[in-house]
């Protein structure tokens, strides 16, 4: 029996860029798609603690859930499928998730949460809105998931693909990209006199660094950047290590 391939996202289970990546990797795996039953975008890595969770067959090995896309990879992982799967693969998402975007976005999320259960996992997005490149992205992921089967991945790594809007001129291994946080938050006034307020309302903007995901993406290369989930700095808890007792001593001054 061949191996099973989980993909999933977070624009919804009727997405054109979930369709692309199941057809991509076809035929590398038994692919079961199990997704989200509607859009949930920027949604993180939320998980759906306090209600039950509904599971709707929508087509040969394609199911829809109605929670985000970690619970949609926790369901699938730890029993919903007939075996564990080998790979998890997420997207392709509408639009990049680049740089210090990659905490906010639903389809990365969904690769972490498949990380954490120990499945190599990987999430693919699409640069610019629209459906068109699709088929390019698919050959990007196919090429990088096949070469992820073959070889693993370091403990508590995924991969993050963005491939460009435009055709793909290379395949580039990078680093994350950083935000310039220019913009001001949009602070208007409803029609009852209270103040609303906007975030994220402008394009975003980007450092030009060579090496990272975002310059790769502008050139119109594939950018393959691998994301470590150890989130401790181990420089910084070394050289913090005289916190610990002045910390406590301050502990033990103070009056109880
Ligand atoms: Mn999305």
Redesign the pocket.
């Known amino acids: 029996m061949p191996a099973v391939i989980l993909v999933t ?3 919804g289970v009727h997405a054109a860029g979930l369709h692309a990546l199941a057809a991509a990797l076809d035929n590398l795996g038994d692919v079961y798609v199990v997704a989200p039953d509607r ?1 949930q ?1 920027a949604v993180g890595h939320a998980l759906t603690l306090h209600r039950p969770l509904r599971v709707t067959q929508v087509g040969e090995r394609r199911f829809a859930v109605n929670g985000t896309p970690s619970d949609c990879v926790n369901l699938a992982v730890l029993g919903f499928l007939p075996e564990r799967p080998v790979l998890v693969a997420s997207g392709i ?3 990049s998730n680049l740089g210090d975007d990659v905490t906010y ?3 990365v999320s969904a690769a972490m949460e498949g990380t954490l259960l120990g499945v190599p996992s990987m999430a693919v997005s699409q640069a610019g809105a629209g459906d068109t490149g699709l088929e390019s992205a698919g050959t990007v992921a196919r090429l990088v998931a096949s070469r992820l089967l073959v070889e693993g991945l370091p403990a508590k790594t995924l991969l993050n693909v963005n491939v460009p809007a435009g055709p793909v001129s290379g395949i580039r291994m990078t680093r994350l990209g950083h935000r310039v946080y220019r913009e001001k938050i949009v602070q208007e006034t409803d029609p009852r006199g209270l103040p609303y307020y906007w975030i994220g309302a402008g394009p975003p903007e980007w450092n030009e660094d060579e090496g990272s995901d975002i310059s790769a993406v502008n050139r119109g290369q594939a950018s393959v950047t691998p994301l470590h989930l150890d989130l401790t700095h181990y420089g910084a808890l070394g050289r913090m290590a005289d916190w610990e007792s002045g910390l406590n001593s301050l502990l033990k001054k103070r009056p109880r």
Request: charged share 25%; net charge negative.
């Open positions: 996202n977070d624009d859009e975008s998402n509408h639009g976005s639903g389809t």
